[in-house]
């Protein structure tokens, strides 16, 4: 009984603390704001997520070149081949980038080395379409021309 008594006095001596400080304000958020309401603090704008840097044309010839000559490779071993890129020529309203496949060839009686067009071709700038054909650039009164001898040799090597 007594235990009963001692626990009913102790929870009603919590009840009269709690109701004090409750009359009396809160007085740690006094002493630490000075008696005001604490400044509400709006959260950070968001910083916008940087985006990817703009490819260079450095960078876009090689990623180009690279994508011939992995895909080439599987057929010829790229050691005696080359790949150049021209300059963009426009084609039915849209650029390409001339280039050419080129080898290698040596002359075993003279040493000598020259190149021997393979191919001409012509990529998109994404990379997504590439035609082999000819290029004939404006001479003599004609104008540039390009004629396309294949379909997108891309979609050919990925259905073939």
Known sequence: MNHIKRTALTMALFLLLAALLTACGNPINEIVNGGENPPTVEPPAPTPEPSEPKETEEECRARLIKKMEDIFAAAEPMENYTF?????????????YYGVWQRIITDYDTQ???????????ITPDGE???IGNHFPANEGNGETVVF????????????
């Open 129 to 131: 379409e590439c035609y």
């Open 112 to 122: 000598s080395r020259y190149l021997s067009t393979v191919a001409e071709f012509f």
């Open 149 to 160: 001898s294949s379909g997108n040799i891309f979609d050919e090597i990925n259905n073939g």
């Open 84 to 96: 150049t890129l021209n300059d963009l020529v426009m084609v039915e309203g849209r650029e390409y």
